[in-house]
């Protein structure tokens, strides 16, 4: 499935059409992502790695310290630094957080950006593969746990759920990842969606090869 992934980056970006599956809607409207290109730009990281022969990517579970998004599970990221490329951004922070070196990684591309309004940030995904699993080593100012989750759970159906939650004093219905006892949500969702899209139409592409 690695070379799923290097095919996934070669496949046309949906874009909002993914994000949008798994966007946080209040019940009363607010039904679209915000397409708003002028945030404070930021970058994260989708690490794929082998693990006993299946692909793995990481998460992190952040602190109740940081700045922003206490708590919640993340990829990954933060903001980008000075003239720094977008891709310098999400290895410089991979490195910072959880010890990746980037001579670890092969960065295969990037995802949609993605504005968010909470925060301010305009999001570019980056994407990359390891050949062996790295070694992490969690930043305890910022990660307080590393989530390690096999990269067919993007594409299984079951693990797509909702829920109805209190969201910034109002209730919204929130669409997630049900990852182990993680919910993932947010921002983090939208852009697993846009990965998974990709991963899906790189699957399909290859069954279609092999059926002919």
Known sequence: MLDDVRRA???PRPGVTAQALMWPRRLSGDDLPSTDQHGRDAAVL?????LDGDPYFVLTRRTETVQNHKGQ????GGAR???ESL???ALREA???IAVEPAELDVLGMLTPLY????GYLITPCVAIAARRPTFRPDPLEVVEIIEAPLSCLID???RQEDDWPVRGAIAHVPYFAIGPHKVWGATAMILAEFASLLEAARQCRTQRVQS
């Open 87 to 89: 891709v310098d951004t």
């Open 46 to 50: 989708i690490i794929v790695y082998p």
């Open 157 to 159: 159906p079951a693990l």
């Open 73 to 76: 599970i993340s990829l990954p």
């Open 9 to 11: 980056l070669q496949q």
């Open 116 to 119: 968010v309004p909470v925060s």
């Open 81 to 83: 630094e000075g003239d």
């Open 95 to 97: 490195r910072e957080e």
